[in-house]
């Protein structure tokens, strides 16, 4: 039925793939869990250790799991997935912003 | 006015691509449903956000630094890691029309799923009883209210599995339930990674 490559976001994946995700993802997220844990690892190192790990694992996912990749039948959906990956940003970004300036300025006065 | 000769259509054309029509449908159900996950992706920002804001307001209440276990986190995320792996497996039993694999993956991820809310809510008690109550402090409502929102989630993606489980035990693996069970592991792949951000920003930023 030409079933497998033509829908939107759901194209499919084999065994070997789900494999692969799956001990990526173990990976990524057990080193983190092990820096945090034995506590023995500069804090700065290991600060960015969590947020590299997540994005890479995020990304593992999507990739592995959701099958996303750049095929053309797949376009909208990566356009819209960055879309809201912008404004995802702003909403976060944007609030710790914005509040910490206001704590700021109510905590020191002028 | 034109005098281009068009060539004469095959035998049985109607103008109409049947089979063609009714694939595109499938695949706007899974487009439309991509859209109402990336909504829910806005959901979630807002209240990673307020979190975010709200994380060092603790006021009374007891720290999350002083409660928060690590290793029970790192249990409920392997459940839920497990879960995602499994949905995939299931998905490639439907794609096979293997019914029996895809019951007993799909079987399996719900267990993966049960266990993991049961695991959450004990936590959430637990650390109510000890004083972490949502009402306690800005903090641990940005907390509750985060986690909970996903536990929520994984609550409704458990309804949905039941409710697929009918479906294919009606009519068996049909076209319309394979999507059905697209946009529900869409859903399912989803909630495994908004659950990598809440134990790297939540668990590990507030322990290390």
Same mark, same amino acid.
């Given at each position: 039925?030409?079933?497998?490559?033509?829908? *939107?976001?759901?194209?499919?994946?084999?065994?070997?793939?789900?494999? /692969?995700?799956?001990?990526?993802?173990?990976?990524?997220?057990?080193?983190?869990?092990?820096?945090?844990?034995?506590?023995?690892?500069?804090?700065?190192?290991?600060?960015?250790?969590?947020?590299?790990?997540? +994005?890479?694992?995020?990304?593992?996912?999507?990739?592995?799991?959701? *099958?996303? %990749?750049?095929?053309?039948?797949?376009?909208? %959906?990566?356009?819209?997935?960055?879309? +809201?990956? +912008?404004?995802?940003?702003?909403?976060? /970004?944007?609030?710790?912003?914005?509040?910490?300036?206001?704590? *700021?300025?109510?905590?020191?006065? *002028? | =006015?034109?005098?281009?000769?068009?060539?004469?259509?095959?035998?049985?054309? $109607?103008?109409?691509?049947?089979?063609?029509?009714?694939?595109? =449908?499938?695949?706007? &159900?899974?487009?439309?449903?991509?859209?109402?996950?990336?909504?829910?992706?806005?959901?979630?920002?807002?209240?990673?956000? $307020?979190?975010?804001?709200?994380?060092?307001?603790?006021?009374?209440?007891?720290?999350?630094?002083?409660?928060?276990?690590?290793?029970?986190?790192?249990?409920? &995320?392997?459940?839920?890691?497990?879960?995602?792996?499994?949905?995939? =497996?299931?998905?490639?039993?439907?794609?096979?029309?293997?019914?029996?694999?895809?019951?007993?993956?799909?079987?399996?991820?719900?267990?993966?799923?049960?266990?993991?809310?049961?695991?959450?809510?004990?936590?959430?008690? @637990?650390? &109510?009883?000890?004083?972490?109550?949502?009402?306690?402090?800005?903090?641990?409502?940005?907390?509750?209210?985060?986690?909970?929102? @996903?536990?929520?989630?994984?609550?409704?993606?458990?309804?949905?599995?039941?409710?697929?489980?009918?479906?294919?035990?009606?009519?068996?693996?049909?076209?319309?339930?394979? &999507?059905?069970?697209?946009?529900?592991?869409?859903?399912?792949?989803?909630?495994?990674?908004?659950?990598?951000?809440?134990?790297?920003?939540?668990?590990?930023?507030? =322990?290390?």
């Amino acid at each position: 039925m030409g079933h497998s490559t033509t829908e *939107h976001g759901a194209s499919h994946g084999s065994v070997g793939e789900y494999i /692969v995700g799956l001990l990526l993802s173990i990976g990524l997220t057990a080193l983190p869990f092990f820096m945090v844990m034995s506590g023995d690892f500069d804090r700065t190192l290991t600060i960015i250790t969590i947020f590299v790990c997540a +994005v890479a694992q995020v990304l593992v996912q999507l990739v592995f799991f959701l *099958h996303m %990749n750049n095929a053309s039948e797949q376009w909208w %959906n990566i356009i819209t997935a960055i879309f +809201v990956v +912008v404004l995802v940003a702003i909403l976060i /970004v944007g609030s710790i912003w914005v509040m910490q300036n206001m704590n *700021h300025n109510m905590l020191m006065g *002028h | =006015m034109s005098n281009t000769s068009m060539p004469a259509p095959e035998a049985g054309y $109607t103008g109409y691509i049947d089979g063609e029509h009714h694939h595109d =449908m499938e695949g706007d &159900t899974v487009f439309g449903f991509w859209i109402y996950i990336l909504s829910d992706c806005i959901l979630f920002a807002s209240i990673f956000a $307020t979190y975010a804001v709200l994380r060092g307001n603790f006021v009374d209440a007891p720290l999350a630094s002083e409660l928060f276990e690590l290793d029970y986190v790192a249990m409920e &995320t392997a459940l839920l890691l497990l879960s995602s792996f499994t949905f995939g =497996m299931a998905m490639l039993g439907a794609n096979d029309n293997d019914r029996k694999q895809l019951y007993l993956w799909l079987g399996i991820t719900f267990a993966l799923g049960a266990g993991f809310l049961i695991m959450e809510i004990k936590e959430f008690i @637990h650390l &109510t009883h000890v004083g972490a109550s949502p009402w306690s402090s800005g903090a641990w409502s940005g907390f509750y209210g985060l986690i909970g929102t @996903h536990g929520l989630h994984v609550f409704a993606g458990m309804c949905w599995l039941v409710a697929i489980f009918y479906h294919l035990h009606r009519d068996g693996i049909t076209t319309q339930n394979r &999507t059905r069970l697209m946009c529900l592991s869409l859903f399912w792949h989803f909630l495994d990674i908004i659950w990598i951000c809440v134990f790297s920003v939540v668990y590990l930023m507030e =322990m290390v």
